[in-house]
């Protein structure tokens, strides 16, 4: 192993813990992260955080005495109390990204939950949900506070929070009468070319992974619409997004696909079931037939956000951590999808 490495131009505002990996090339990006927390990865000579984007030139190295077993043990790394992050085995690809209120009225706050974070609390899981952060983000909270929606562990974006009863009456009416319009923004496998409609039904009960029947639904509320926004290619994202391809495997498709998906009412997976039926699973997606995805059979990271929730008289938005390293034409495709 080099003892210390200088970081190249084509590097320059890359993170440390990205940077790291030619320096420790048999170290995965968890053990990576570790060091950093730890003290022992070292910019300049001096330790730095995981997070800290890198200038040409810069010396990379680690701390004299360092036990790379320290970071290779597969313990999960503690955040400082109050951090609002996962203590987690998988490590989020955008870190920065904090949990925060976006909007909050009488009836109704709207918060922002972070990729690598569970929305509720789970037994037998590590680290903080939305959930158990609800008192640190919105202060003393009514018994009747009630969290409308959740989103799937990888997945980023609005978290409705009904603070009366009155609140979880009005979701659940304006669920069932076809009114809370939820646009999701995604990266896809491929090139699709034109907009799509998914009406399968879903097959949901007692399975880690959802069926997709041929069968059409008859309730436009399970419907999935998923409208192209912008075709990217794949190779120069991986590179933006600090994506090391040591740690992921499969095949990486040569274009990716920013798409818009809207549905009504939802359902467990639904979106990531009826992409990957329509031959365009989710980037990363493993469990719905992603072709490049995070070689740890454990760990998930795909790009799913929650962008735009309209309910009647009131419109909330939030746009991804990930979206401005897609190019200013393709975030401005999304935020005008969003805002239309």
Not at 56 to 83: F, Y
Not at 116 to 142: I, R, W
Not at 262 to 277: D, E, M, N, P, V
Request: charged fraction near 25%; glycine fraction near 10%; aromatic fraction near 4%.
């Amino acid at each position: 192993m080099e003892k210390s490495i200088t970081v190249l131009p084509e590097e320059a505002d890359l993170r440390l813990d990205r940077v790291l990996g030619r320096l420790l090339p048999d170290m995965g990006l968890r053990g990576r992260r570790r060091l950093c927390e730890l003290g022992l990865a070292l910019v300049n000579g001096h330790p730095a955080k995981d997070s800290k984007k890198l200038r040409a030139g810069d010396v990379l190295s680690l701390a004299e005495g360092t036990d790379l077993s320290a970071a290779r043990d597969g313990d999960a790394v503690p955040h400082p109390a109050g951090a609002g992050r996962p203590v987690s085995e998988n490590a989020p690809l955008f870190p920065e990204d904090r949990p925060r209120v976006i909007r909050r009225g009488k009836r109704f706050a709207f918060l922002h939950k972070p990729a690598a974070m569970h929305t509720e609390s789970l037994a037998g899981k590590p680290g903080d949900s939305l959930q158990t952060l609800l008192p640190q983000l919105l202060g003393p909270l009514p018994g009747r506070a009630r969290l409308m929606n959740r989103l799937d562990y990888p997945t980023s974006g609005l978290v409705t929070v009904a603070l009366t009863e009155e609140g979880v009456n009005d979701y659940q009416e304006y669920q069932d009468a076809g009114q809370t319009e939820k646009r999701y923004l995604a990266l896809l496998e491929g090139e699709m070319e034109h907009g799509m409609l998914a009406n399968q039904r879903l097959i949901l009960k007692h399975r880690e992974r959802v069926l997709v029947e041929l069968a059409r639904h008859p309730d436009p509320r399970r419907h999935t619409v998923v409208d192209p926004l912008a075709i990217l290619e794949l190779a120069p994202l991986l590179r933006r997004f600090g994506i090391d391809k040591r740690n992921w495997q499969g095949t990486p498709p040569r274009y990716v696909t920013l798409a818009g998906c809207t549905i009504l009412k939802g359902a467990r997976h639904q979106i990531r079931a009826h992409c990957s039926a329509l031959g365009f699973p989710l980037l990363g997606d493993r469990r719905y037939g992603a072709s490049f995805h995070p070689a740890e059979q454990d760990e998930e990271n795909f790009f799913l956000h929650h962008a735009c929730l309209l309910l009647p008289g009131l419109e909330v938005n939030v746009i991804p951590a990930w979206l401005g390293h897609l190019g200013s034409g393709a975030a401005r495709e999304a935020e005008i999808w969003m805002m239309e």
